[in-house]
């Protein structure tokens, strides 16, 4: 799968632009400022129908323009070997964003995610190790829902009930109150933990396998910790969502006086460590870095155990690797890449690796030129 063209309007300090792609590497090339990652954004917008710059797609929006609009066209393969094109398009007129497949308007996001799956590789997921759980929960979030649309549907739900629920907690209400709340909430709750633990130690495996390849020299773990029992699926549903009602009622009383629920896949996390120590409290910076890497990479291969073999987003990642980690990371790339930069110099290490590719220069938000490499 991949990306052929696109065409946006309105994107941030971007002119209006209509882009071809190489098959293989594309390289956005200009100083700071210039509209490198905005492209990266619009792709990641196309693709996920959510930029990973801002919440609000009002920021996307370029000054004085009356809306924002990006339109693409993917390429696949058929069972039989034979190419299938598809169409995407995401727009933002009147504070509403709707999303069209082969100009079909889909009414809901869980509809449109995953058409195109995409990993976005940033310098800022050095969090993904260093930051709040809730980072590591949202990546958890999103790798998922792309594979699994029922998955997004269910956490949708649940963040809604979890809602109601602290209300309820802020307000002291009466026990009779929270019954059928909390009936409901350890419904998707269960649905939710069942996909994780199909999906998740998947993902580790992964991730652990590539943080070798990275630091052959240095073993390190990464470990699902989560409030339920991993043996109750076993035990079939029931026996996790009964779980999960137990836990509720059981700490309500200490939730009345927190305000907010304390147990549920809310509060599920992914914790590293190396030689029984967390990375992220005693890791040094590189291995910190390379952490996130790992887990990004194992997204991917995750995507791709499922059939959904995805695009990469890549902004100025190899400037914080030495030649030998950018040589690995790219020999593991295995599919259509995107990478955005202000150093020239990036490229000709990766094109020692990947020989062939196209350069567009970016200037002021406008491509003022395009070289074929190979």
């Known amino acids: ?60 929006l370029k000054i004085s323009a009356p809306y924002w609009k990006i339109t693409g066209s993917v390429v696949d393969q058929d069972t039989q070997g034979g190419e299938v094109v598809t169409t995407g398009e995401i727009r933002f007129v009147d504070n509403t964003k709707t999303t069209f497949l082969h100009g079909i308007k889909q009414e809901k996001l ?14 800022a997921d050095i969090e993904l190790i260093s930051g709040a759980p809730q980072i590591r929960r949202n990546f958890i979030d999103l790798a998922i829902s792309k594979i ?20 309820l907690l802020q307000e002291n209400a009466d026990d009779n109150l929270y019954e059928a709340w909390e009936a409901d909430l350890a419904k998707y709750g269960s649905l939710i933990f069942q996909d994780r633990q199909k999906f998740l130690p998947i993902l580790i495996l992964f991730a652990e396998k590539f943080y070798s390849v990275f630091m052959p020299d240095q073993k390190i773990t990464f470990e699902y910790k989560t409030n339920l029992s991993f043996d109750a699926q076993s035990k079939g549903a029931n026996k996790i969502q009964n779980q999960l009602l137990n836990l509720l ?39 910190i870095r390379l ?17 959904r073999h995805p695009i990469f ?10 030649t030998s980690n950018v040589q690995k990371l790219f020999g593991l790339i295995k599919n259509q890449f995107f990478y955005a930069t202000t150093k020239f110099e990036i490229i000709d290490k990766i094109t020692k690796i990947i ?8 200037e002021n938000g406008k491509v003022k030129k395009i070289e074929t490499i190979g």
């Open 1 to 60: 799968m991949w990306l052929k063209q696109i065409r946006l309007e309105g994107i941030r300090n971007l002119v209006s632009l209509e882009l071809s792609f190489d098959k293989v590497a594309n390289y956005f090339v200009g100083d700071n400022g210039a509209g490198k990652t905005s492209l990266l954004e619009a792709i990641h917008l196309l693709a996920v129908g959510r930029s990973f710059r801002t919440s609000r797609e009002q920021e996307v």
């Open 110 to 123: 869980s509809s449109y995610l995953g058409w195109l799956p995409v990993v976005t590789i940033l310098l």
């Open 148 to 167: 699994n649309k029922n998955y997004l549907k269910n956490l949708i739900n649940y963040r809604h009930i979890l809602i109601q629920r602290n209300k």
């Open 249 to 287: 009622k059981t700490y309500r009383l200490k939730e009345k006086e927190l305000g907010h629920t304390v147990v549920g896949p809310h509060r599920d996390e992914i914790v590293v460590k190396k030689g029984g120590l967390s990375i992220r409290r005693f890791g040094s910076e590189g291995e």
């Open 291 to 307: 952490a996130g890497l790992s887990l990004k990479l194992a997204e991917a291969e995750l995507l791709a155990k499922y059939h």
């Open 313 to 322: 987003l890549l902004d100025e990642i190899a400037a914080e690797l030495d």
């Open 355 to 362: 020989p062939r590719g196209k350069v567009f220069f970016i």
